[in-house]
């Protein structure tokens, strides 16, 4: 499966930038959808106050998806790689 990597930054209540990619589908093209899915995860980290646009959040480029992420892109329509200040 190819994804559509999308680069996000977000600014975390502290004032630290955080940084991931959401993976979805490439042929998702629905922003709203995908700034959603970028929300949810942001409800677990406790940062669901923090703001995605297209602002924070750009497409990067398209990947080939190794079996895990295409697996968790099927069942949850996403998946989150943590690349900086996710913790």
């Known amino acids: 499966m190819k994804v559509a990597v999308w680069d996000t930054y977000v600014t975390k209540k502290n004032g630290n930038t955080m940084h991931f990619d959401i993976l979805?589908?490439?042929?998702?093209?629905?922003?709203?959808?995908?700034?959603s899915f970028g929300k949810e995860y942001l409800k677990t980290k406790?940062?669901?106050?923090?703001?995605l646009t297209t602002k924070e959040c750009n497409?990067?480029?398209?990947?080939?998806?190794?079996?895990?992420?295409?697996s968790s892109i099927n069942a949850?329509?996403?998946?989150?790689i943590e690349t900086e200040g996710c913790e």
């Not at 998702?28 to 995908?34: M, N, R």
């Not at 406790?46 to 703001?51: K, T, V």
């Not at 497409?59 to 295409?70: L, P, R, V």
């Open 59 to 70: 497409f990067c480029h398209i990947d080939k998806a190794s079996e895990e992420i295409e």
């Open 46 to 51: 406790g940062q669901d106050e923090s703001s």
């Open 76 to 80: 949850n329509g996403f998946y989150i």
């Open 24 to 35: 979805v589908k490439e042929e998702e093209t629905d922003l709203e959808k995908i700034f």
